[in-house]
């Protein structure tokens, strides 16, 4: 595989405010060009310490291949190429990191759904660069959908498939897995994992079943999976919770926040009718609290308060996303992001009626993707009190990909509210409730002036430190200039300062 890689001085403008260069700390963008379609590049980033990109090279032997890891500084100036041989059946399947140690999980490929699969970790240790494999033997053959680390030798592995999901306890030093030991009930979906270092805890949000029966509690674990306490949610008549995430507020407070149903929506899974919040403290739950959608006064991105109608079609069921928390010191923001699928009607006529001009029409649905709406904000204290909330609305965003798409970084009093689609960022600054630069796209710059890009997949937009974030992506650009070549697949990173 052939590897290029280029680097540019980029800059942004959004409304007053811009994604922009600055003297002392200038965006960057990085290229890596490899085979169209493809999908071989990934990174972590390490906060300070900067990014690293990393991806399969080649083959050594039938059993071998080689990894490369590519260390880059906050300037995107490359500190250090390393490499790693691992077995050769072993693809990516999922990362994490923070600033001192990065976890990649490997998994064999092409194995029967009946059997295991052989896994592995590597662990880079970002202060010396040191890399190491280990092997974790047979691992469930279900879909990853969340790794945390616990510590430098601890982490935590969320699985999945259609009906239920699994947890399990990595021991990178002793390489021993270990599955919660839960009570006599099947866990249904895991809505969190938590870990509370101070305590040296995990706290789990999970619905067990039991007697058809569903319970959603917290879980509290030791770092090896052994039950601590378990609280279920405090039940309140004709309310009935449908996720849950939790953030840690204080030494052994938690606060939990997620979307309810009432009674008269409780059969219908795509109905939520309002946020709820809910405190753990000195080990029992407080009394929940409620707040319903149509109650909220929302204001939108152009200042205007009102309370928005849904804009689906008639007849379109919505469906809701539940974002993480996003925490300061003070506030507390829960997004809820509303979607449906659209489908487009065709017509052809291939049938012939002789009472009908000759022929009539067949229609048929094709699926076009997953159109977002809006998303709610709600903003609470650290004791659960709702302080204020905004009504955000998506612009023309349709995809076939459903993943939450909306995502907030605090600056001071202020809240930045942004998302990537396609080649474009999106963004608008609050304070509280009220708009302080207005709704704006801009569109992500590429190296050379006639650059076209005729299509771009897996745009992320990532907060690194500060005021700086990390784009990334597949793009497919065009340019007809002469000197340049005309036709690049390539992996992106642009770093960008918002100011």
């Given at each position: ?284 739950f407080e009394q929940p609290h409620f707040f319903n959608y149509a109650d909220l006064k929302t204001e939108d991105a152009t200042g205007r308060k009102s309370t928005p109608p849904s804009p689906a079609p008639s007849g379109a069921n919505m469906y809701t996303l539940p974002s993480p928390l996003f925490t300061d010191s003070t506030r507390i923001l829960f997004l809820t992001e509303l979607y449906y699928p659209e ?91 009220t708009t302080i630069e207005p709704i704006a796209t801009t569109a992500l710059e590429t190296i050379f002036a006639r650059d076209i890009v005729e299509y771009s997949r897996d745009a992320h937009i990532t907060h690194w430190y500060g005021n700086n974030f990390l784009c990334s992506g597949y793009q497919y650009i065009r340019n007809s200039t002469k000197g340049i070549k005309p036709k690049r697949y390539v992996f ?8």
């Open positions: 595989m052939k590897h290029c890689i280029l680097t540019l001085f980029l800059g942004l403008s959004l409304g007053i405010c811009t994604w922009a260069q600055t003297p002392k700390d200038k965006p960057l963008r990085i290229e890596l060009e490899t085979a169209k379609d493809a999908d071989d590049y990934h990174f972590a980033i390490a906060g300070k310490a900067g990014v690293y990109i990393f991806y399969e090279s080649e083959n050594i032997g039938k059993d071998s291949s080689i990894w490369i890891f590519i260390h880059y500084d906050t300037n995107l100036q490359r500190i250090a190429t390393f490499q790693l041989p691992v077995r050769s059946r072993y693809a990516y399947s999922y990362v994490c990191e923070n600033q001192s140690h990065i976890f990649i999980l490997l998994q064999e490929t092409s194995v029967s759904k009946s059997s295991g699969v052989p896994s592995a970790v590597i662990r880079v240790n970002v202060s010396d660069n040191s890399v190491e494999t280990c092997e974790l033997g047979i691992l469930p053959n279900l879909t990853v959908r969340d790794m945390k680390m616990i510590d430098s030798n601890h982490l935590l592995l969320l699985l999945s498939d259609e009906k239920y999901d699994e947890i399990l306890y990595i021991n990178l030093a002793d390489k021993q897995l270990f599955k919660p030991d839960l009570p006599e009930k099947s866990i249904s979906i895991v809505n969190f994992m938590t870990i509370d270092t101070l305590q040296k805890q995990v706290l789990l949000g999970m619905i067990t079943m039991q007697d058809k029966q569903a319970y959603l509690g917290l879980y509290i674990t030791d770092y090896h999976g052994k039950i601590i306490d378990i609280q279920f949610f405090p039940a309140v008549k004709d309310f009935f919770y449908n996720n849950a995430q939790l953030t840690i507020v204080d030494s052994a407070i938690y606060l939990i926040i997620g979307t309810y149903s009432t009674s008269e929506t409780k059969f219908s899974s795509n109905i939520h009718s309002g946020v709820y919040s809910l405190r753990y403290r000195d080990g029992r489908y487009t009607t065709t017509s052809t006529y291939n049938t012939y009626d002789p009472y009908s001009y000759g022929r009539t029409p067949a229609y048929t649905n094709s699926f076009s993707g997953y159109r977002y709406v809006n998303a709610y904000i709600t903003a609470f204290d650290t004791a659960g009190r709702l302080n204020w909330n905004y009504y955000f609305p998506f612009q023309n965003l349709i995809t076939y990909r459903l993943m939450q798409r909306l995502s907030v970084v605090f600056f001071g009093e202020e809240t930045l509210l942004y998302y990537p689609f396609n080649t474009y960022i999106t963004a608008t600054l609050l304070h509280n409730s992106y990173l642009n770093k960008l300062a918002y100011k």
